[in-house]
Structure formats: C-alpha cells, structure tokens
C-alpha cells in the first residue's frame, strides 16, 4: 500500500523526503511525487513508476524548501499515472495533500464538489479530498481539517500543506497507519516507522481522527473536536541497520538468514531456556480461564492465516482445545458466532492489516477476549487488542513474510504448550523437553540456510515449470499452504497447496508428464500415506520433491530428490521445513528475473479492503 512522508524543519526538504519514500517503498507503489513549500508557492513534482524517475525530475528541476510531503502511490481508484499520482492540489493551488486509504464515498463528494465550480483532473478520491478542504477552507487550517474529516467515509491518512500556513504539515487518519516524530529542530510524519528511523526513535503513533499539527520547534496534537490533547511518545529499539539490506541482494535472503536470530530472540521472551519453562503470566489465560476456554477463534490473514493453521494444529494436537481458524476478509462479513467472554485471536505482522483490525474490532465490540499476535509495537492491531504477544522478528521490509511467519509459528507453538500445561494435558516435565528441543532450533536452521546450495541448484534447474503442487497431510498440509504462497507471490508460479488425500477427489487430474509436486512428508504416523499419494503422482509422470523428517521409508522409491531434516519430534518439524520452501521461492524467482523484494501488485500491509 501507499507510503507517506513529511518534514518540516530547517533542512532542505527534498532529499528527507525522497530517502523517506526509500524507506517505505517496501510497501509496493508505482507512482510517487512530492510538494514543497518554496516560500512563495507550493510547488509539486510528480513521476510515474519508480523512485528514481522522482528523483531524476528532481535533480532537473529542484525544488528548494523546508517544508514538504512526499507520496509513493499503490493504485487504487485511477490508474498508475502522473495525472493520478498524489501530491494533488485544490483548483486555488491553496492545498496540496496527500492520502492513503480508501475514501468511499469520493463519487457523492465530487459531484457536490462538482456543483460548487470544482474541476477535477484525475481519477482519484485523493484529489476529492484535497477540494473537499479547498471548500471548507475559510481561514481556519484546523477547522478545514475537521469538517473534512467528518465528511470523509472510509479510510485515510492525510498530510496537508496549506499555503497560508507556510512550514506547517497537518496530519490526520482513520483506519488507515501513521506515525509522527520529531528531533530538536524538525518534525516528520510517516506511514512506518522504517521512514522516521534516520532521524529519531521516539515516536506517535496516530490514533483515528485525531489531528497533528507539525512545526520545526514541535508538534500540537488535536482530537476530533478540535481540542488539545497529550500523546505519548514510543521508543523504537530496532537498530537502523535492521531496515537496510546489508550485503545481501534482496531483503528478502537477509530475512531468511535472520531466521535463527529471530527464533532465539522471540523464544526468550516467553520461556525461561535455563530453567526450561514458559513464563504462564505473559500469556493470556490463566489456570482458570484455561481450564474452561471451550473454543478459540483465529483470524488473520495471507501467511499469517497459514501461520493461524499450523496454530489450530498445535492447540488441538497439545491442549485438547477446539480451534476455528478464518480468512479476515471472510470472517467479517460471514455470520461468526461470537458471544462475550469468547476468546479470538488475531495474527498480523503489520498490525495494520485492514480486514484483520476489521475482525478485531468485531470481536472487541462483542465483548470477546481478544488476542493478538504483532510484529509492529504502537500498531493499531496491538494498540486495540486487549493482550498482545509480540513476535521479535526486527523489521521485515520484504513484500513476503519469511521471519514473521515463522516467530508468529513460535508464539502459536508456545500458546499450545501454554494451554496444554494449563489444561493438565502436558506436564511441566513434558513442557519441559519440548522447550529443550525447540532451544536447539536455531542451530539446525542455521544447518539448513548453510546447506543452501542444493536448493539452489534445484532451482536453477525447475524454475521453467509452469506449476507447482505442494501436499501433505495434517501439520504438513497447513505448511504446505504457506510454501504455495511464497513461490507464487515471488515467482508469479502458479503453484496451490493440497491436501494429499485429496488429490484423487480430482486434481489428480491436473498431474502430467513433467508437473512437480512437492511432497511435505514430516509426519511419521502419516508417512506411508505420503508415500502412497507419491507414488499416485509420480506414476503419472510428476516430478517429486520429498521433505522428509530424517531418513522416510517408502519416499525414496517415490520421489526424485528427497530433502531430509534433521530429525526432530513431529510437532516441531515446521520450524525447519519451511526454510527449504522460503529457499526454494526465493531462488525459483531469482533465477525468473522476478522483483522479489517488491512482486508485482503485492504490497507488504493491505491497508485498505
Ligand atoms: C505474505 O508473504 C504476504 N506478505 C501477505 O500474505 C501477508 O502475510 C498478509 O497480507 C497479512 O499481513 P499482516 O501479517 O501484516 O497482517
């Protein structure tokens, strides 16, 4: 989604800006401009595609000032083009503005706009807005603000200049992120914290329809009547570095090489590794509410809906707990059965995803217990469920989740050995050994990533074909929903995720000479059943690729390349198995040419619907 950066101070703004729209370009777009206040006017520079044609205008016709607002465009109403690409004005070049989210109803506000004289453009809901304020502008910046807000229907995040209100950026938004910060002699505003790093740690995060006024000496904070009001600062410990590449090529590989880290970092924060046990009080049942939960809802979306699968797993398998798992987008308009005091979880690494903070609130409304699992501290996700478990995986500035997915699968793994120790259904002892097992994990997984080349070699080799089947059945059925994602959302492969038995029930239908099929085979009581349905496949001519948990019987004879993970107890194989998958996206879609940090049309939070 969209990206948005302003600064105010005694700096020339322009190169702030740009490095700031650097920062966010992670987020996906495919326009981007700037305006800046010069002193006399407000003056615009617009380009379509990437950051470097902004910067290339830029260089040829500079724009001198130290006040201005940046925008990388994710299309959403108009195409990508320069006439749509924001910062976009009103009919007196009094306003420039620029906007994420979703205003939804743009259509009735330009027709009455319309009406009033307006000319319009572009196709966007943006330039809407940028007239609505033009409209109720009567001398009072904050006032324009608040009655556009309360005109406006959707999502938004708004940073606005107004020419009379030189070296001044108002801010405001609702459903949609926003973060303010400001260091001794200037102000910033962004979408993500990545942007503000450089110059400051203590940041706001905005809350809905509240207003920020930013100057060089200092922001006013403002709800949506109009009154003052104090927020608090939150310090961000994440080191610079963290959001840049390093020596590696696409962040996406730094992410994965951080694997081992993350796990380690996140495993510490819920268990005490010396003493092998779980620290009970972080998480968010106690004996009793333990004892008499009856059902656990989850709902995410995209890897962490694949994360909330392999959750349902482990808190059925350990705890005896019945687990409904849902797709946000489908879970907010279905009819969920959801009754107060009932416990919902939700999972996102963003904390911002749209239809996630949709469900969220659904539930909170209802006067469930909510729960949720977040990469972002200060997001709107952890700012609005009532007990967050973070994840520690450092920021994950690639469009697809690697690091993310895999501490989201330590915290669910953790919550089970929680519940289950809680439930009577696992003893401190058997807690124990589990915690034992998982301490070593990041040493095995470091095993994988330095044994990388085989997977590459794979890779460079398959990444021709033209369809992918991943199967497995049970926990390895859950994985392999998430080792489809990946290669299709890097590599544009078209590859799906099936239930191994299923296969015959139809799809086998799509096996021919040549198809490959990636056999998940972790599952010791389930093993001969893989064997079989490989041995369906490749009788049919599939090309099979077996992960299997240590040495498997029956899979040799039934695959073509066979993968062995260090052998390890059943539930924890996850952990490992999906590194070989992340590896084999990654080099699938390299060896393709593809965008892998940033795929085509994906963006790394859906902000909007
Ligand atoms: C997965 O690689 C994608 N990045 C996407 O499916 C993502 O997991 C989904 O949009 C959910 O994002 P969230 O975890 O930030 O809520």
Not at 24 to 39: N, P, T
Not at 534 to 560: K, Q, Y
């Amino acid at each position: 989604m969209c990206g948005i950066v302003g600064y105010t101070g005694g700096e020339a703004c322009v190169p702030i800006l740009l490095e700031g729209l650097e920062a966010l370009a992670y987020r996906g777009y495919d326009s981007a401009g700037v305006a800046v206040f010069d002193g006399e006017k407000i003056s615009l520079c617009k380009a379509q595609g990437q950051l470097s044609n902004l910067s290339v205008l830029l260089r040829e016709q500079p724009l001198a000032g130290s006040c201005g607002i940046g925008h990388t465009r994710w299309a959403t109403h108009g195409e990508p083009s320069y006439v749509n690409a924001h910062p976009h004005m009103d009919d007196a070049k009094q306003i420039a503005l620029v906007h994420n989210g979703i205003i939804e109803n743009y259509q009735n506000l330009k027709q009455m706009l319309i009406q009033k004289g307006c000319e319009f453009v572009s196709e966007t809901d943006t330039e809407v807005v940028a007239q609505l304020i033009g409209s109720l502008y009567m001398g009072d910046c904050l006032s324009a603000v608040l009655a556009a807000m309360r005109l406006m229907e959707g999502s938004f995040a708004l940073s606005i200049l107004f020419y009379d209100e030189p070296r001044t950026i108002y801010c405001c938004c609702k459903d949609s992120p926003m973060v303010v910060g400001h260091s001794e002699s200037a102000s910033f505003v962004a979408s993500d914290i990545p942007a503000l790093l450089p110059y400051t740690r203590d940041v706001c995060f905005m809350e809905d329809k509240q207003i920020a006024v930013l100057r060089p000496d200092g922001v006013d904070y403002f709800n949506e009547f109009g009154l003052p009001i104090e927020k608090t600062l939150t310090h961000i410990d994440w080191d610079v570095e963290a959001a840049k590449k390093g020596n590696f090529e696409h962040f996406m590989m730094k992410e994965i090489f951080e694997e081992p880290v993350a796990f380690k970092k996140t495993l510490e924060q819920y268990v005490s590794v010396k003493e092998l046990r779980l620290k009970t009080d972080i998480f968010p049942w106690s004996q009793e509410e333990a004892a008499a939960l009856k059902k656990l809802s989850i709902v995410s979306c995209g890897t962490a809906y694949h994360a909330a699968l392999l959750g349902k797993k482990f808190i059925e398998r350990m705890a005896g707990l019945p687990v409904e798992v849902d797709i946000a987008s489908e879970f907010r308009y279905g009819d969920a059965v959801l009754e107060p005091g009932d416990s919902l979880m939700v999972i996102s690494q963003s904390g911002e995803t749209a239809d996630t903070i949709a469900a969220l609130r659904m539930a909170n409304g209802r006067g469930c217990r909510t729960v949720a699992i977040c990469n972002v501290i200060g997001s709107t996700i952890a700012r609005e469920a009532e007990t967050v478990l973070f994840t520690y995986a450092g920021p994950e500035i690639a469009v697809a989740a690697t690091k993310s997915y895999l501490t989201q699968l330590i915290v669910l793994y953790l919550t089970a050995l929680d519940l289950a120790q809680k439930r009577g259904r696992m003893s401190a002892e058997a807690v124990a050994s589990r915690i034992l097992e998982m301490a070593a994990m990041p040493e095995r997984m470091q095993r994988i990533l330095d044994n990388r080349e085989r997977i590459q070699y794979f890779a460079s080799r398959a990444f021709s074909v033209k369809h992918v089947f991943f199967i497995g059945r049970g926990i390895d059925h859950a994985l392999a929903m998430e080792a489809a994602l990946k290669l299709k959302e890097i590599s544009y492969i078209h590859s799906e995720a099936y239930a191994a038995g299923e296969l015959k029930h139809g799809t086998i239908a799509l096996i021919e000479e040549g198809s490959l099929v990636v056999a998940l085979a972790t599952q010791p009581e389930l093993l001969k059943k893989m064997a079989s349905n490989m041995e369906e496949v490749r009788v049919r001519g599939a090309r099979v690729l077996a992960v299997t948990n240590g040495p498997a019987d029956g899979v040799a004879a039934n695959s073509h390349e066979q993968w062995e993970l260090e052998p390890m107890e059943e539930t924890l194989t996850p952990f490992c198995a999906i590194l070989p998958m992340q590896l084999l996206a990654y080099y699938m879609a390299v060896q393709k040419g593809c965008s892998v940090d940033r795929p085509r049309n994906l963006a790394k939070s859906v902000t909007v619907e």
